[in-house]
């Protein structure tokens, strides 16, 4: 299932160096409008730094990364972030800030520092919120949430900014198994329906492999790159996580599943 | 020598143009008055106690919460203390002319509000004589002469008093425990060398040097001169117990009212020198 | 959400006129009504309490903003306006000031340069806190390293600045002395050039930090995620000092250092109502103002006709409340 549209975000032989280590090396991709991708690796992979290399974040030592085939550097601040949007689980949390506040924030490259939301941003910001089950919050303050509410919260904050490529770093660690399926239809629903280019790390490797694609790397490196139906896929999947896992298909909708293969006795 | 004569110079000529007192003070501004001051209120303990010697006392309205000598001012109302006059008292009390200290902080506000404005604060004996000049020109009175005469007569007579044995010996006089010293430019620096005595304090480090305690050890004072409450813990300062002043008792501790005498820079200043005398003669009678 | 906003600003209003209200009828020499005729009366009611009382406000008004500004810009609700080294520039400029005036004494004396002098106290409270801010900014490399950097700067530069200050007055012991007492936290010296100043300095940081205040609600998402919103990072970084050094440095030249009314309002606001930052600045300046307000009209009062540090009630008046709020949020 390899549907998919234009190539809109790209790494052509990326590498990053972050405390004098290199962690990313000479990592290419395509990542097109249309479809749902997967990073996955093991710890220290940097699945992370790629992310963060393709939204901007951190300056490659190498290579270059292309949004819409432009580099991205040459993005004005505001163009890209109307483009591109992030979320991390990781940083700050807004503590005062109420869900709505913090939704809203979304819009933000939209109407810069100075414009004034109009209707059609509340509207926006109201359906993020339905999207991701937070709207009943909607006055509460963020530091009275737990962790896996707070974690909808900042989801529906990469929504609310409406980016054709939406990059998402562990978006369900604190997701419980209800709201952790529901992501995963909204992640397919955002890219099929709606056709953006979604790109999440996961660590959760049974929601991963619901994606359309996965990426799988291992120490800086992309070792697979392709839907989890190919078995090159799946045997580099078993390969950078030592054998500890399994993947097989289940179920009378033979979804792919990562077992924990157990060590014989 | 220079700012005096100057200061000197544009009283006789302002007074010869007008009838009016015009005073020089601290910081180089005029001081203009059309008749002598009525009500004065003073900033500083010193300029009060230099009113009421000039015979003048009566007409203080004020003072600040310092001020406690003559005991006839205690009953005046306080305005507070440098960094924090009670502005609206000031100006509620309708003074002619305010006497105040250079870095009292409400002068500019005082001045913004109408009101005269002489800062003087003396830190030597020259200094102390152009102050108590320029106090008896705004009270309009001539007392000054007379005044720092009787205090050269004061000093003169205590320096007999003190005993041939202890001239020349170097003391150490404390003004605060971080140790700030009396230097020999200060007004009590001069007076002990008016009455034959040296000082630890080399001329170089100013009037009111901040000393390390170290360089009071090494100095080793012959005599030592402070509060008695200070006197009695610099025993128990590190390495003070080896003066050898302490060891042996050459120390002059003088109790608060007679300690202010000392280093208040007013009127008092023979008193001061008497005070010094009366206990250099008791330490020589002593050993 | 709306009407909790409400009623705080209800009440901050209100407190202010009763305050103010009593700023003019508060003060060693009483009220009575014929102050309405009396020019005697009438000038300590107009002329020392008036001003007073606005120059009060205004302080407040200037730090309370700052604190918040500066909370809002390091995410740190310990952070306080003096912090980038403001108050240590202002100390060391006033010293070098009263130092250099003592020096070059005779000179100023003869050529009546003595309003400069006092006009140079205030200035040089005014430009050494800038000063102070500056050296921050470029020790930091201008904002454009993290806000951390800059936090770490503003503290080395602090102790840096005031070591050297305690050099100046060990050279020129006259200045520590004026230096004391011109730093010293006090509303009694304000007068209607004061609240000018004042005045002036709240019309140049509070419009400038009401409409960019969204930049410290997404700088609260962390700096990666205003980043990735598109927020220009280093420009809001700099925006944001200088209008904390132009209101801090305008309250220090003219009030000294009034401690406790910026590191207190924010929590104040904070603990009553949630919003935004374009609420929270604008009320925590509101409460500085009525917190120094208050704290005036009590230092005139309590112990009248003597007078307490303002600084003091402001402390005990703005952190008691604080502490029984947090006992109450932790008896719950």
């Known amino acids: 299932m390899t549907r998919h549209g234009a190539s809109l975000l790209q790494a052509h032989g990326v590498s990053a160096v972050l405390g004098g280590t290199e962690v ?183 929601l991963a492999l619901q994606a359309d694609r996965v990426i799988v790397m291992a120490a800086g490196r992309v070792r697979a790159d392709g839907p989890c139906s190919e078995a090159h896929v799946r045997q580099a999947i078993s390969d950078v996580f030592q054998g500890a896992v399994r993947i097989e298909r289940i179920g009378p909708q033979d979804q792919w599943v990562a077992v924990p293969q157990l060590p014989r006795e | 020598m220079r700012r005096c004569g100057l200061a000197l110079w544009l009283c006789i000529a302002s007074a010869a143009q007008a009838a009016g007192i015009s005073v020089q003070d601290d910081r180089g501004v005029t001081v203009q008055l059309d008749r002598p001051a009525q009500r004065i209120v003073t900033l500083l303990p010193s300029l009060t106690e230099t009113v009421c010697e000039l015979k003048a006392c009566e007409r203080l309205v004020g003072t600040d919460r310092y001020s406690n000598w003559p005991a006839s001012v205690q009953a005046l109302p306080k305005t507070g203390g440098m960094e924090d006059a009670n502005v609206e008292r000031i100006v509620a009390l309708k003074p002619d002319v305010v006497l105040a200290a250079v870095s009292t902080r409400a002068i500019g506000r005082l001045e913004a509000l109408g009101l005269k404005v002489a800062a003087l604060e003396p830190k030597s004996h020259a200094d102390m004589r152009r102050v108590i000049g320029a106090v008896a020109r705004l009270l309009g009175k001539d007392g000054e002469e007379l005044l720092w005469r009787r205090i050269e007569q004061q000093t003169r007579e205590a320096a007999a008093k003190v005993p041939a044995s202890l001239r020349g010996q170097h003391v150490y006089l404390e003004v605060d425990a971080s140790p700030y010293a009396a230097g020999p430019s200060s007004f009590v620096g001069e007076t002990l060398a008016a009455l034959g005595l040296g000082n630890v304090v080399p001329k170089e480090l100013g009037p009111f040097p901040k000393l390390n305690p170290e360089f009071v050890v090494r100095a080793q004072p012959d005599i030592l001169i402070g509060t008695d409450t200070a006197i009695q813990e610099m025993a128990a300062r590190p390495g003070w117990q080896g003066l050898k002043a302490l060891k042996t008792g050459r120390t002059c501790g003088f109790a608060m009212p007679q300690y202010e005498v000392l280093i208040r820079p007013g009127p008092r200043l023979g008193e001061a020198a008497q005070l010094l005398a009366g206990c250099f003669t008791k330490l020589a009678q002593a050993h | 959400m709306a009407s909790a906003r409400r009623r705080l600003l209800l009440t901050l209003a209100l407190a202010t006129l009763a305050l103010a209200l009593c700023g003019l009828v508060v003060g060693s020499e009483g009220w009575s009504f014929g102050a309405l005729t009396d020019p005697a009366l009438r000038q300590v009611v107009w002329d020392i309490r008036a001003p007073r009382t606005a120059g009060a406000w205004l302080t407040g008004l200037l730090l309370g903003l700052s604190g918040a500004i500066a909370q809002g810009l390091f995410r740190n609700p310990l952070a306080e306006p003096y912090l980038l080294g403001s108050s240590a520039g202002a100390g060391l400029a006033v010293v070098i000031v009263l130092a250099a005036g003592h020096a070059g004494g005779q000179a100023f004396q003869l050529l009546g340069a003595d309003a400069l002098l006092r006009l140079g106290l205030v200035g040089a409270a005014f430009v050494g806190a800038l000063g102070g801010v500056s050296l921050t900014l470029l020790l930091a490399r201008g904002a454009q390293r993290s806000t951390t950097g800059l936090l770490l700067a503003g503290v080395v530069v602090g102790f840096v600045l005031g070591a050297m200050a ?167």
Not at chain 1, 26 to 36: C, I
Not at chain 1, 59 to 66: E, H, L, M, T, Y
Not at chain 1, 84 to 111: F, Y
Not at chain 3, 232 to 252: E, I, K, N, Y
């Open chain 1, 24 to 206: 990313l090396h000479e990592v290419s991709l395509a990542l097109p409008s249309d479809q749902w991708t997967a990073i996955i690796g093991p710890n220290g992979a940097g699945k992370s730094t790629l992310l963060r290399v393709l939204a901007g974040l951190l300056p490659c030592a190498a290579g270059d990364v292309q949004l819409m085939d432009q580099p991205l550097l040459r993005w004005r601040t505001r163009e890209r972030a109307q483009r591109l949007a992030w979320m991390s689980q990781q940083g700050e949390s807004a503590g005062e800030l109420s869900v709505r506040d913090v939704v809203h924030l979304g819009r933000l490259p939209h109407l810069g520092l100075l414009g004034t939301p109009a209707a059609e941003d509340e509207a926006i910001v109201q359906q993020a919120m339905r999207q991701t089950e937070c709207a009943a919050w909607s006055e509460r303050r963020m530091d009275t949430l737990s962790g896996g509410e707070r974690q909808r919260v900042l989801l529906a904050r990469a929504l609310a900014v409406r980016a054709p490529v939406l990059l998402l770093d562990e978006p369900t660690t604190h997701l419980d198994p209800p709201h952790q399926v529901a992501l995963v239809r909204l992640l397919q629903r955002l890219a099929h329906d709606e056709g953006l280019c979604v790109v999440s790390v996961l660590h959760d490797l049974s």
């Open chain 3, 166 to 332: 305690d050099l100046v007055t060990m050279a020129a012991p006259e200045a520590l002395r004026g230096k004391q007492v011109f730093m010293l936290g006090t509303t009694g010296f304000l007068g209607w050039t004061s609240c000018g100043a004042l005045a002036l300095g709240a019309l140049l940081t509070l419009p400038p930090a009401w409409r960019f205040a969204r930049a410290l609600d997404a700088l609260a998402l962390g700096e990666d995620s205003a980043r990735s919103l598109g927020l220009p990072l280093p420009q809001v970084r700099m925006l944001m000092v200088v209008l904390l050094a132009l209101a801090t440095g305008t309250a220090v030249a003219q009030a000294g250092l009034v401690a406790f009314v910026g590191l207190v309002s924010p929590h104040l606001v904070r603990s009553r109502v949630q919003a935004p930052h374009r609420f929270t600045l604008m009320a925590s300046a509101a409460t500085g103002g009525v917190l120094l307000l208050a704290g005036d009209v009590l230092a005139r009062s309590v112990i009248a006709p003597e007078e307490l540090p303002v600084g003091v009630l402001t402390a005990v008046l703005g952190g008691s409340y604080l502490m029984w709020l947090l006992h109450r949020r932790g008896a719950r």
